[in-house]
């Protein structure tokens, strides 16, 4: 019976000690499982506050990006703090004691997807809209270009040719009907700005599948019907005959506070049976590489790129030009400028010619102060078969003012009074035609600089200076490497930083300003597009240099001066020095607005010390705020005993190191030696890193032993983690390292 008694004594001690063993491996388990989860909450912190440093490097308004960069970030760091409130509710012993934190999220996320996802909204209404009907009111219907010129003719009572607009409306009922504004959206929100190859491919693609698509019969028939108004007999100058027409991009974003200048397609003396055709390629111009690569950098979305399409009669032109009606770099100085050149004014927007110049005082108006001849040979005009052709300027011609003075007076005030009427600078395209008859072709915003009085001397001794001839289109100060540009193909080799040389000047151009440090050119005038595109990305350009792409070496290291328009040899650092603290290119972009927008619901911090009363998930007011709440409390939720958790429960050590320091091992995969004991000494801990601190702390020169409590240990947790040692001392009574 004592034996029986014995054995049964004996076997109940061996299931409790199998009990105790599992309970102990459970705990281990349990351990390792919310260590692990510890650590990914502590790498998802990291990450997102590498990617909010990442957005506000962005903000010094130096580095490109583009909408997609800007909408990727968002979303990984959105979704980043959402597994943080996740994992620190895992953490929690009651799976949800953090669920307060997700009503904070979504409020906060809630606010920057409104920030982020405003569309724009196309009206409905007409098909087709007759250009006597239109005013600046009507940007969201005709476009910015056709819209204003709808303004200059109706409001002002400016010439402005005959027209109408194929409307925004007519827009989504072509882009509906073929079924592809969808396609075309995910295939451009999958290529970044940056990619050329793939804006190529992508661009390639998507203007195929525009000029394949089928204009709905209603659109079709209003487009028609139309172009058989326009060319009826009404009360207008004599025409030629048959009927031609212009056939111009009107994007609603176009001409407005961004230019898309020389980004979209226009076309000259279309005869009226290829309207259709030519309607559908304008279309097809708003996915070009350089246009894709514009509203991506600026700030728009898929869905904002809208096309409307002003079908104009067009102008027999025998000159043509733009006005700028404050000079760009120096508004201060009340000119107007006005470039011109023989034929259609299209030779002086894309920079094909240098035009001939004027400049005409405002004070006393209409006086001409300064003349620039241009010399030039060749031109293009309306051809006998519906084309534009280029054909020598007549001899007779040549070296002669192609507009006379009186036109240049009437064309300065026509810009003067439609100055006045925007209530700022303006950049105005205008032709005079076979009849000496004016006519206002589109006006929009002038970018204009005001600058501090430059610092930059006029010549710099000792160093050579390659160039100091030409015109101004932006002023600053860069240096580079010069690439010369000979084929407008070569320009996917552009390297970053780089000074491109070229003949002339193209809109093409703009897909390498974000990496062109300045650029240089033979040919151009400071009113054609590029010019333009080079003050809103604010690189320094010099055009009509004459012999830039001869003097100037591929590959010679330079400092471009478009300050007192000199190019040196080599690298000038006293106009470096001058050129560093002016170039912020990006600061007045859409997009850049958007970056600000968005960042004030994910970086400010409010919640900063633990021990004041908000600190608590309601406070919470930005993602930031959550990621420092969130990261607080999982080092107490790791660091702490925790509510109903018997730390003697835990498998736990005592270390004994012979230091001042007090901390107990919780050994989760092998990280001490299984000795049987409830401390270990040094050379019990098996775990490499671990090892390794000891040894540094025992080599250390204590100023004083320690308390053996829990300070010493949550003084260096403390350290690491960026939480006050007296409020991680207050958080538990003991200290725990995990190996």
């Not at 005959?162 to 882009?175: E, L, Q, S």
């Not at 001409?255 to 055709?277: I, M, N, W």
Request: glycine share 6%.
């Amino acid at each position: 019976m004592v034996y029986y008694d014995m054995w049964n004594i004996m076997e109940l001690f061996k299931k409790r000690q199998k009990e105790a063993e599992y309970k102990k491996q459970a705990l281990k388990q349990a351990l390792k499982a919310k260590y692990q989860t510890f650590q990914y909450l502590l790498e998802q912190n990291n990450a997102v506050l590498m990617l909010m440093a990442d957005m506000q490097e962005k903000l010094s308004g130096e580095y490109l990006f583009d909408r997609q960069y800007l909408s990727s970030r968002v979303d990984l760091i959105s979704n980043g703090v959402l597994r943080i409130i996740q994992d620190l509710n895992v953490l929690s012993l009651s799976g949800g004691k953090y669920r307060k934190l997700y009503d904070r999220y979504n409020g906060i996320t809630a606010n920057i997807n409104t920030v982020l996802l405003h569309k724009t909204v196309i009206p409905v209404g007409g098909l087709v809209i007759p250009l006597d009907e239109l005013t600046k009111e009507d940007v969201a219907v005709a476009g910015g270009k056709i819209a204003n010129l709808g303004e200059l003719k109706n409001k002002l009572g400016l010439p402005a040719p005959d027209g109408f607009v194929i409307t925004a409306y007519a827009f989504k009922r072509f882009m509906e009907h073929n079924r592809i504004a969808d396609r075309i959206a995910d295939s451009l929100s999958s290529v970044e700005s940056k990619d050329a190859e793939g804006l190529n491919r992508v661009s390639a693609e998507i203007q195929d599948l525009v000029a394949k698509a089928e204009i709905p019969a209603d659109v079709k028939n209003a487009i028609q019907q139309a172009v058989e108004n326009l060319s009826s007999p009404a009360p207008r100058p004599p025409i030629p005959d048959p009927l031609t027409l212009a056939v111009r991009s009107s994007a609603i974003h176009e001409d407005g506070e961004f230019s898309f200048a020389g980004q979209y397609a226009t076309f000259l003396h279309v005869p009226r049976e290829q309207a259709l055709t030519k309607y559908r390629e304008v279309v097809a111009s708003l996915f070009t590489p350089r246009a894709v690569f514009y509203y991506k950098t600026k700030g728009f979305s898929e869905e904002d790129m809208v096309m409307a399409v002003g079908i104009l009669r067009m102008i027999p032109s025998k000159a043509g030009g733009v006005i700028y009606t404050r000079d760009p770099n120096n508004p201060e100085n009340e000119h107007v400028i006005i470039n011109a050149a023989y034929g259609l004014c299209k030779t002086v927007v894309d920079g094909t010619i240098t035009p001939e110049s004027y400049i005409v005082s405002r004070h006393p108006d209409g006086v001409i102060i300064g003349k620039r001849a241009s010399g030039q040979e060749s031109m293009f005009i309306a051809g006998q078969a519906g084309n534009i052709v280029e054909t020598s300027v007549p001899e007779h011609l040549r070296g002669k003012q192609c507009v006379s003075d009186d036109a240049i007076s009437t064309i300065s005030n026509y810009a003067r009074k439609i100055e006045k009427h925007y209530g700022s600078p303006q950049d105005i395209e205008w032709v005079i035609d076979e009849e000496d008859r004016l006519y206002i072709l589109q006006t929009r915003p002038l970018r204009t600089f005001i600058r501090e009085p430059a610092p930059v001397p006029t010549r710099v001794a000792g160093r050579q200076i390659l160039l100091d001839k030409g015109v101004i289109a932006c002023k600053g100060v860069a240096s580079g490497k010069a690439f010369i540009l000979r084929n407008e193909d070569q320009l996917a080799d552009f390297p970053e930083g780089g000074v491109l040389v070229a003949k002339h000047t193209s809109p093409r151009f703009v897909t390498i300003m974000n990496k062109a440090a300045a650029i240089i050119t033979d040919v151009g005038g400071v009113a054609g597009h590029m010019a333009s595109l080079s003050r809103e990305y604010r690189i320094p350009t010099i055009l009509d240099a004459e012999v830039a792409t001869s003097v100037i070496k591929h590959g010679q290291e330079i400092t471009v001066d478009a300050v007192n328009c000199n190019v040196y040899d080599g690298r000038v650092q006293e106009l470096l020095e001058f050129a560093t603290k002016k170039r912020e290119p990006f600061k007045d972009t859409r997009l850049f607005k958007l970056l600000e927008a968005a960042l004030r619901h994910i970086v400010p911090l409010g919640l900063v010390d633990p021990a004041e009363g908000n600190f608590r998930p309601e406070a919470c007011a930005t993602l930031h705020d959550i990621t420092r709440f969130s990261h607080e409390m999982a080092m107490r939720e790791m660091f702490m005993t925790g509510e109903g958790q018997d730390p003697e429960e835990t498998p736990a050590i005592e270390l004994k190191a012979g230091i001042p320091l007090s901390a107990v091992l919780l050994d989760i995969d092998g990280g001490v030696r299984e000795t049987g004991k409830i401390f270990a000494r040094t050379e019990d801990v098996s775990s490499v890193p671990f090892s390794a601190f000891l040894r540094g702390l025992k080599a250390m020169r204590w100023p004083e032993p320690r308390p053996a409590d829990a300070k010493g240990f949550l003084g260096m947790i403390a350290h690491t983690a960026s939480v006050p040692e007296e409020e991680l001392r207050l958080t538990a009574q003991k200290s725990f390292a995990i190996v």
